[in-house]
């Protein structure tokens, strides 16, 4: 399985101090990895970027501390490393950090370059279907626990969105959210009728916390984690986040419409979350389109 942001181990991302180094260039090909290096580099990501893209560079290059910076060195490295598809997240993260070094004047040549990317397995990942979904709100114990599964599968919200929202970023009108997504943006979330019906109720019985389940990620991670032995199928945000898309292709809306109510950045992202849909999905929906002509 593909190493994602959420399923790396969260290190405390050092201070940034003053070093020794001092972004010298130079004109040899052989330069390694340093510790100073990798402070520079993470400062120069710092504006902007999210405290977990940064754990995400700091955790897979702290590992890499001492490769030279070669393409012989970058796959030594690569080929040593026995973590199945998670030696692609690595791999990503020195094709940064060898871009970032090549834009600054620390290596003469970009030795990502001449580096093959690593193939990873193809695996169908879980996704959440309407099936799933009726089990798992029946599975559920209180009516917190629903409500949130039950915006998952509408919305297909990220953990940090969903443990962020508040009370007035609802909108009733329109059944919308106001979430902030990576990248510190804003955006908007959908949801359906029936879930408000729940979030209504809900808050009449919660009262008006500062977030609306008073949950911080790591809490509706384990609840989901519960739910999961307890109905027999994998249950987190991002099988939840794929059953969203998934399901939204089945209806036949656009990998464009898909990705802007899911607020994605790009059409790739879509295409990578609906890899689930099979050729089975396709030919009730290929029938369904021509039964009505």
């Known amino acids: 399985m593909i190493l994602s942001h959420a399923r790396l181990p969260i290190p405390t991302l050092p201070q940034i101090q003053n070093t020794e180094y001092n972004n010298k260039k130079v004109n040899q090909v052989n330069q390694k990895l340093t510790n100073d290096m990798l402070d520079t580099f993470l400062a120069s990501r710092r504006q902007g970027m999210s405290k977990h893209t940064l754990l995400f560079y700091q955790r897979c290059l702290s590992k890499a501390i001492g490769i030279e910076l070669s393409p012989q060195g970058i796959n030594l490295f690569l080929a040593n490393l026995r973590c199945g598809n998670a030696k692609h997240s690595y791999f990503r993260a020195i094709r940064v950090f060898c871009n970032w070094s090549y834009k600054e004047g620390l290596v003469k040549d970009n030795p ?18 309407p099936e799933q979904f009726s089990l798992l709100i029946e599975a559920t114990d209180n009516l917190r626990d629903k409500c949130i599964v039950s915006l998952l599968f509408d919305s297909g919200l990220r953990l940090s969105e969903i443990a962020n929202i508040a009370p007035s970023n609802i909108d009733w009108d329109s059944n919308i959210l106001r979430v902030v997504v990576k990248g510190n943006r804003e955006a ?22 500062h977030t609306l389940f008073g949950m911080k990620p790591r809490g509706i991670q384990d609840m989901l984690s519960k739910l999961s032995v307890k109905v027999g199928f994998p249950s987190n945000a991002h099988s939840f986040r794929r059953g969203f898309a998934c399901n939204l292709h089945r209806k036949g809306l656009s990998t464009l419409s898909i990705m802007h109510l899911g607020r994605w950045s790009s059409l790739d992202m879509v295409q990578r979350y609906t890899k689930s849909i099979t050729f089975d999905d396709c030919l009730e929906l290929y029938q369904k389109v021509n039964s009505q002509s």
């Open 112 to 129: 990502i370059d001449r580096v093959d990317t690593p193939i990873v397995a193809k695996k169908l990942l879980p996704s959440i279907t």
């Open 188 to 209: 908007k979330a959908v949801f359906t009728p029936k879930t408000a019906t729940l979030l209504k109720t809900y808050l009449a019985n919660n009262g008006h916390n």
